[in-house]
């Protein structure tokens, strides 16, 4: 039996070895697949972890002030520090992981929990208008309190939920960059895409679920603002693991 498992994983390497060996174009996919899968098992352990600090804790209080009806790695706790020097708010973090030169791919994590994929433009060097994703840094996050074309064309679509664009502050040579739902970069202006679900194929990469996911987290974002709790980004280009090491 042993023998005949060997055999089938020699035979399942060497297929893939002559498949790549065919089709180089093949191994970015795979690469993609691989790191979103990565996103999801970490979110997985993260799940496991907290079960397990809460059944060892006894923190009976956390668990009885939690909403049953929302998943605790979906609503994030705020995280308000008295502490000098410490923001004092809620942080999010987008790690850009993979730029086919079109589409930018990143993860996002709120106070540092994976949350969801993103979706941009690409890098270019010179600003092209509408085809290029901001500069790495950290900006706040605050509603646009403005009556434009695209707000009321949200409000019509979103009439329970929405009021205002979530808008990156003080991102340099940009104006108007929100937070949104859309399927590729087709519809992002320089913006960010929010979606828990990432699709590549051989023409482009592209969201589904996008709508979903911007409802959920923008209701959490709206319940922090509305409490005037801050609200930040930090971007990070894909060399943050280098930073990392």
């Not at 397990?52 to 909403?67: L, R, Y």
């Amino acid at each position: 039996m042993n023998r005949v498992l060997t055999l089938i994983l020699v035979a399942g390497i060497t297929f893939l070895i002559i498949l790549f060996a065919i089709k180089p174009e093949l191994i970015e996919s795979v690469w993609l697949w691989i790191i979103g899968l990565s996103g999801t098992i970490i979110k997985a352990f993260q799940l496991l972890i907290d079960f397990f600090k809460k059944k060892f804790s006894g923190d009976k209080e956390t668990q009885d002030n939690e909403d049953p009806e929302t998943p605790a790695e979906k609503k994030p706790k705020s995280r308000v520090s008295d502490t000098k020097g410490v923001f004092k708010g809620t942080s999010l973090n987008l790690l850009r992981y993979s730029d086919d030169e079109t589409t930018t791919i990143g993860l996002l994590s709120v106070n540092e929990k994976f949350y969801c994929y993103t979706l941009e433009d690409t890098f270019h060097k010179v600003k092209i208008d509408g085809e290029t994703r901001i500069p790495a840094g950290t900006y706040p996050i605050q509603f646009r309190k403005e009556e434009t074309e695209l707000t009321l064309k949200y409000r019509e679509r979103y009439p329970d939920w929405f009021i205002w664009h979530l808008q990156l502050k003080d991102v340099p040579g940009y104006n108007s960059i929100y937070i949104h739902n859309g399927g590729d970069h087709t519809q992002t202006e320089g913006c960010l895409l929010v979606s828990d679900s990432l699709n590549v194929s051989n023409e482009k990469t592209f969201l589904s679920n996008s709508r979903e996911t911007f409802r959920r987290l923008y209701g959490y974002l709206r319940e922090q603002l509305d409490n005037n709790i801050p609200v930040r980004i930090s971007i990070y280009n894909e060399n943050w693991i280098n930073k990392l090491k």
